[in-house]
């Protein structure tokens, strides 16, 4: 049984996931060679920055005039209908680049995003970990609001199972002959096979503190552009349980409770231990999608403090995660 009381935190985190080597998961900070950010927003009044780093330094000079630590990035931009539209640019040894989706995909849209590691010389998919990034979403007028790191898959491209080649930096690449990405712990490391919210504030006004209402978004994406189906499971700080399934097409973005009217207050409030947070509801998910279909996702908290009719708190983060599974996204540029 988890516990956050007023006054001392404890922290007790209890998930098993899968040990196998080639089902490798995400991480979060990690240096990889393809990172996905579950969202970017340039529609009307919003926008998003969009930083990679490129964390290799050296600069040692390879037989085809590269560098060791010159990389190409392949930017993806999926719309919320899964269209996808494309740029690249190209990052030095120990470079950074942060670019406004705006400006960089100026179709107006949201959706999510995938950076790749690609061979400067030969322009493929490359054995590259060493990419980090961050998104930070701000409206149009540069007011920054909140900000999240994407998920980081590493390249493992098997050489015996991709027949993989050498580039002139003697970096390992691999032909794409199937026009797929492969998430599948032999070409790029497994998807999340269960994601884990860890904590939600009920929607709405806690009865015993009625100077604060509470709000959250969530913002899901699926490698299919179509009927991802999934499964939900939710507890209150009580362990009180529910469940629901919900569907949703590429791209989801929203309040929680348009997935769930049990994530607010009152709901929470059923059974619950009143001696936590003085009365304040909160609760936790776990969301699995269905067979085949891969899943990424980021919450926001939100609050607003003293009944100004505006959220004077704003927090959010990528969601948690356990197991593995293997999907694939269509390589389309």
Sequence with gaps: MCRFMMGSVAVILCLSALAAPVEAQPLHAQ???????????????????????????????????????????HYVYF???????????????????????RGHNPNFEKGYLLVEARDPELQVPTLYNHLIGSGIVVNSEFDFQWAYTPYAFEAIFDFDAL???????????????????????????????????????????????????????????????????????????????????????????????????????SYQDIDANDAELGGINTGWLKITAEEGHGILGLHVHMADIGGRGRMSFVAGRELQYTGSRAVTIPRLF
């Design 163 to 265: 027949n993989g080649l050498v580039d002139g930096c003697g970096r390992k690449i691999v032909p794409d002959t199937d026009d797929i990405i492969n998430f599948d712990g032999y070409e790029y490391s497994s998807f999340p096979d269960v994601l884990l919210l860890d904590h939600f504030f009920g929607e709405g006004t806690p009865e015993n503190g009625p100077g604060v209402t509470f709000d959250n978004m969530i913002f899901l994406m699926s490698t299919e552009s179509l009927d991802t189906d999934l499964s939900i499971l939710g507890w209150n700080n009580n362990e009180r349980r529910f469940s629901r399934t919900f569907q949703f097409d590429c791209f989801f973005m929203g309040k929680l409770s348009d997935i769930s009217r049990a994530v607010t207050q």
């Design 79 to 101: 719309s919320e209908t899964c269209q996808e539209s494309d740029t690249q640019e190209d990052l030095t040894p120990a470079d950074t680049i942060t670019v406004l989706a």
């Design 31 to 73: 240096p990889a060679s393809l990172l996905i950010f579950p969202l970017y927003n340039s529609t009307q009044g919003n926008n998003t920055l969009i930083t990679m780093t490129n964390t290799n330094e050296d600069e040692s000079a390879c037989s085809s005039g590269f560098r060791q630590g010159d990389i190409q990035l």
